[in-house]
Every structure is written in structure tokens, then in C-alpha cells.
């Protein structure tokens, strides 16, 4: 199982750090984190891969890393276009995982 | 630029059989593993499975393993989901993704990640 935080709150122009977590243990560069944000009515899209990094676009006010175990997502500088839901994926050889989401509102 | 264009929207009956379509374009069809992802009305997403587009080869996870067929016809750019009987909790949105491999100590590992997706397909099963 991948958790995630259910909802995290940022002010604009503000710091927020999202979590991904394994059941397994500690998530380390081999489970190979994805980040995917998705808006409503929309397609996901992809944010960064192998960890930590973005694609060619990905505003860079998006950064991932490794943070106490887990996988984390950074967004410095909120804007209310980042308003979202944001997935993790995590590989686990045979089977690749989700998490269940963390809905973010810039507000 | 790479594209995935996903098939319309479908609303069928339960017990019925249906294939969902996934074109690909902007790169060489048969260098990335293609996959399915699930999401129900209001909820996350999920990991389906997997299709080599150069051979085939198919991975599904455990949870839809047997419940569905991912397959694959590479003449024409195009990977396939598909149900032999819908039942209602087949209901949701089924989006394709292109995945990509890594190397790590000189070994491929093969779709770790995914850079593109498709617009996704809506599929509504109900009597």
C-alpha cells in the first residue's frame, strides 16, 4: 500500500511538502517515484520521474526527493493553477503502485 | 511531439464484451511499454498493467489480472483494453500511458516511469 496525505493546504506563493510512503518501508531510489498532478475533468500529467526529475515541462517550482523514508513532492511558490490533486507512483519490480492522492488547495 | 488519442466513450450493458483503443504518435511505437491506468468516479488512480508493443509481452497487476486483456497491434500504433463481460464496477475513466525504462548497474529496467498519457476513455456500464 502507497499513502499519501488526504489534503494539504498551501497560501499563495507558499511552501508545501507532499509525502509517499510505502507499506514495505522506507521508499528509497530504486522504487523510482513518480509525481503526477491531475485536475479535475482532466488527464493527469506527468511531473517528475526517478525521484527527482522533472520533465522539460515542469515548472521548477516543483522539486521531488527522499525525505524521512519517504517520497516527497515540494512545491515552492504556490500558484492557484496548482491547485490539484497529485498522485505518486512507486515501482516495486513485477507491479507498479499508486497512492491514493493528496488534494491540494492554494488558498 | 508524442500523443496518445484514446477511443470515445462507451456506455454498455453488464455482460456484455468491450475494447477500448489507445493510438500512439510523435515517436517509434515499439521503443516504450504502454500501460492502462483505472480510475473510478471520485477515486484514485490504479496500475492496470503493461504491453511491449515490440513483443508483446504483457504484465498485469495482480488486482486485474484475469479481469481484463491489454494487447497490442503495432502495424497500426495501437495498444487495446479489453473486457469479455462487463460488470458495473468496470464503470470509470481508463486513461493509456506511455511508460519508460532506466538503467540501474547496467541493467534495463523496464517501465518504471510514465511521461505521457492519453485523454482517457469514459466507460459506463449499466442496465
Known amino acids: 500500500v502507497v499513502t499519501q496525505e488526504p489534503s494539504l493546504t498551501v497560501s499563495p506563493g507558499g511552501t508545501v511538502t507532499l509525502t509517499c510512503a510505502s507499506s514495505?518501508?522506507?521508499?528509497?531510489?530504486?522504487?523510482?517515484p513518480n509525481w503526477f498532478q491531475q485536475k479535475p475533468g482532466q488527464a493527469p500529467m506527468s511531473l517528475i520521474y526517478n525521484t527527482d526529475n522533472r520533465h522539460s515541462w515542469t515548472p521548477d517550482r516543483f522539486s521531488g526527493s527522499l525525505l524521512g523514508g519517504k517520497a516527497a513532492l515540494t512545491l515552492s511558490g504556490a500558484q492557484p493553477e496548482d491547485e490539484a490533486e497529485y498522485y505518486c507512483l512507486l515501482y516495486y519490480g513485477g507491479v507498479r503502485l499508486f497512492g491514493g492522492g493528496t488534494k491540494v488547495t492554494v488558498l | 511531439e508524442v500523443q496518445l488519442v484514446q477511443s470515445g466513450a462507451e456506455v454498455k450493458k453488464p455482460g456484455e464484451s468491450l475494447k477500448i483503443s489507445c493510438q500512439a504518435s510523435?515517436?517509434?511505437?515499439?521503443?516504450?511499454?504502454i500501460g492502462w491506468v483505472r480510475q473510478m468516479p471520485g477515486r484514485g488512480l490504479e496500475w492496470m498493467g503493461i504491453i511491449s508493443p515490440l513483443d508483446s509481452d504483457v504484465r498485469y497487476s495482480p488486482s486485474f489480472q484475469g479481469q481484463v486483456k491489454i494487447s497490442v497491434d503495432k502495424s497500426i500504433n495501437t495498444a487495446y483494453l479489453q473486457w469479455a463481460t462487463l460488470q458495473a464496477s468496470d464503470t470509470a475513466v481508463y486513461y493509456c500511458?506511455?511508460?519508460?525504462?532506466?538503467?540501474?548497474?547496467?541493467?534495463?529496467?523496464?517501465?518504471?516511469?510514465?511521461?505521457?498519457w492519453g485523454q482517457g476513455t469514459r466507460v459506463t456500464v449499466s442496465s
Open positions: 514495505t518501508g522506507a521508499v528509497a531510489t530504486t522504487f523510482y
Open positions: 510523435g515517436y517509434t511505437f515499439t521503443t516504450h511499454w
Open positions: 500511458a506511455r511508460h519508460v525504462d532506466t538503467e540501474y548497474l547496467g541493467v534495463t529496467l523496464f517501465a518504471v516511469s510514465i511521461d505521457s
